[in-house]
């Protein structure tokens, strides 16, 4: 299931993990640096670079979570950051897209909407359950894999279609959970 790739990779690594001297913070700040590299590359119109940015940015935001396992540096701090990094990371590349003019303003703005009111919902219900209400459709994981493949084979607009489809769906999803997990 699409939920666990994550899980998957990160235990695949592990081994690797153990042996990378950076500290989980340093990836996730490589991760955000790899995403605003991606943004400029949008910028200037070179998307097969942008796309391969995107994944890189994306494998370092896995490489961070197996790093801090891995070597038992998980903290409270790293997993805020870690959370950070990704809503920066969909914002530097889906504004990088609406910058270059690639799509029209309405729909840029839309996706950035449901990326961050999805991801807002989860947060203030699980501050208040504490539990994950997360969906398989908002995970950012597929989000990176649709970003780089639509900016590789330059078919933005079907991106940020698809995109602003899961988001809405995504958000659906998440009000749907509150509701169930909030009515007592």
Do not use: C, Q, W
Not at 156 to 180: E, P, T
């Amino acid at each position: 299931m699409l939920f666990n790739i994550k899980g998957r990779i990160e235990n695949k690594i592990a081994p690797i993990a153990r042996h990378i001297p950076l500290s989980p913070n340093t990836i996730t700040i490589l991760s955000i640096i790899s995403m605003a590299f991606a943004g400029y590359h949008v910028t200037n119109y070179h998307f097969v670079y942008a796309g391969i940015l995107v994944f890189v940015s994306g494998f370092l935001d896995i490489l961070d979570g197996a790093v801090a396992k891995a070597n038992n540096r998980a903290t409270e701090f790293g997993n805020f950051f870690d959370k950070f990094a990704d809503r920066l990371n969909d914002m530097i590349i889906i504004s990088s897209v609406i910058v270059a003019g690639l799509v029209s303003i309405y729909l840029g703005l839309f996706v950035l909407l449901v990326i961050v009111l999805a991801s807002y919902s989860s947060a203030v219900v699980e501050s208040i359950t504490k539990t994950n209400i997360g969906s398989v459709l908002s995970m950012r994981g597929l989000r990176i894999l649709i970003i780089a493949a639509g900016l590789i084979s330059n078919n933005i607009l079907i991106m940020m279609a698809v995109l602003a489809v899961l988001g809405v769906l995504a958000l659906g999803d998440r009000i749907l959970n509150a509701a169930k997990l909030l009515r007592h």
